[in-house]
């Protein structure tokens, strides 16, 4: 059977000229972007500003003063030309929104792109706090804007609690997010890429990729990778969060926090217990 005729079956045919990166940060988004990039028939970029847009603009659209002049259709149409105004995809190319936050507008998302796929990058925690935590380290002259809540003399361990906050935290947010998507009826509409296995056989999960997509198959280059946004990056204070080495190669490191604060988050790797994946999300 095609890739296609997979989709098919299961009922989640590509329609629709957009498909959404989501997840934890520092689990492979940038990574995944670079590599999409690389088809002359897709867009990715590091981040996208469209799920901002949509909270500016649902407010407006529900109740209140205007709510007389929208019904769904009418709220569909203006969300759906905030997507397409944005990313104006090619009559042929498939655009790749990336913001780790998509999995709280999941529900949303299907009602306007039925056939869209949301794309979760993960990571075990301890290693996304390890691998901010080196990036914090890196540049110790410079405040980022991630812990613009916490005062400049703050622990290792306050910065790792405020990162892990459910309401605002840069990993705690999206990872709530995602888990009640993970445990939705919607939950088919999420790939899930985990970090250490895209690394570790990339050719494996980015064909993976396309088959759940239904796109025919790309010779992806995993040797020439080079990715960076300076600009973005040292206007939030962390030179180097979305830098991409050239090769794409699993490199085993030591660890850079105290492993008691590595090893309290054993259990949050729901995404790799078969047990919990009772809806049916795609795991690559």
């Given at each position: 059977?095609?890739?296609?005729?997979?989709?098919q079956r299961r009922g989640l045919v590509n329609r629709s000229p957009i498909h959404f990166i989501s997840g934890l940060p520092r689990s492979?988004?940038?990574?995944?972007?670079?590599?999409?990039?690389?088809?002359?028939?897709?867009?990715?970029?590091?981040?996208?500003?469209?799920?901002?847009?949509?909270?500016?603009?649902?407010?407006?659209?529900?109740?209140?003063?205007?709510?007389?002049?929208?019904?769904?259709?009418?709220?569909?149409?203006?969300?759906?030309?905030?997507?397409?105004?944005?990313?104006?995809?090619?009559?042929?190319?498939?655009?790749?929104?990336?913001?780790?936050?998509?999995?709280?507008?999941?529900?949303?998302?299907?009602?306007?792109?039925?056939?869209?796929?949301?794309?979760?990058?993960?990571?075990?925690v301890g290693w996304i706090i390890d691998s901010i935590e080196r990036l914090v380290r890196a540049n110790p002259l410079q405040q980022s804007?991630?812990?613009?809540?916490?005062?400049?003399?703050?622990?290792?361990?306050?910065?790792?609690?405020?990162?892990?906050?459910?309401?605002?935290?840069?990993?705690?947010?999206?990872?709530?997010?995602?888990?009640?998507?993970?445990?939705?009826?919607?939950?088919?509409?999420?790939?899930?890429?985990?970090?250490?296995?895209?690394?570790?056989?990339?050719?494996?999960?980015?064909?993976?990729?396309?088959?759940?997509?239904?796109?025919?198959?790309?010779?992806?280059?995993?040797?020439?990778?080079?990715?960076?946004?300076?600009?973005?990056?040292?206007?939030?204070?962390?030179?180097?969060?979305?830098?991409?080495?050239?090769?794409?190669?699993?490199?085993?490191?030591?660890?850079?926090?105290?492993?008691?604060l590595f090893n309290q988050h054993e259990e949050a790797a729901f995404w790799r217990r078969r047990e919990l994946n009772q809806r049916g999300?795609?795991?690559?």
């Amino acid at each position: 059977m095609t890739a296609k005729g997979d989709a098919q079956r299961r009922g989640l045919v590509n329609r629709s000229p957009i498909h959404f990166i989501s997840g934890l940060p520092r689990s492979g988004s940038t990574l995944l972007s670079a590599l999409l990039a690389q088809n002359p028939r897709f867009a990715a970029g590091v981040v996208s500003p469209v799920q901002g847009m949509f909270n500016g603009v649902l407010p407006v659209m529900g109740a209140g003063e205007f709510a007389t002049f929208f019904d769904d259709e009418r709220r569909a149409g203006v969300l759906r030309s905030l997507v397409d105004g944005y990313h104006r995809p090619a009559p042929d190319g498939v655009a790749f929104d990336s913001n780790r936050l998509w999995t709280g507008k999941l529900a949303i998302l299907r009602a306007l792109y039925p056939d869209a796929r949301v794309i979760c990058c993960v990571r075990h925690v301890g290693w996304i706090i390890d691998s901010i935590e080196r990036l914090v380290r890196a540049n110790p002259l410079q405040q980022s804007t991630l812990f613009a809540g916490l005062p400049a003399e703050s622990s290792l361990y306050q910065r790792a609690s405020y990162l892990l906050n459910a309401e605002k935290g840069l990993i705690g947010q999206p990872w709530s997010l995602m888990r009640e998507a993970w445990f939705s009826a919607l939950a088919p509409a999420l790939i899930v890429i985990d970090y250490e296995r895209l690394t570790a056989n990339p050719r494996a999960i980015i064909a993976a990729l396309y088959k759940e997509l239904g796109e025919e198959p790309f010779a992806h280059d995993f040797d020439n990778l080079a990715f960076d946004t300076p600009e973005y990056d040292t206007q939030i204070g962390l030179p180097g969060l979305h830098r991409v080495r050239p090769k794409l190669e699993a490199a085993p490191r030591p660890l850079a926090i105290p492993p008691d604060l590595f090893n309290q988050h054993e259990e949050a790797a729901f995404w790799r217990r078969r047990e919990l994946n009772q809806r049916g999300a795609v795991v690559l």
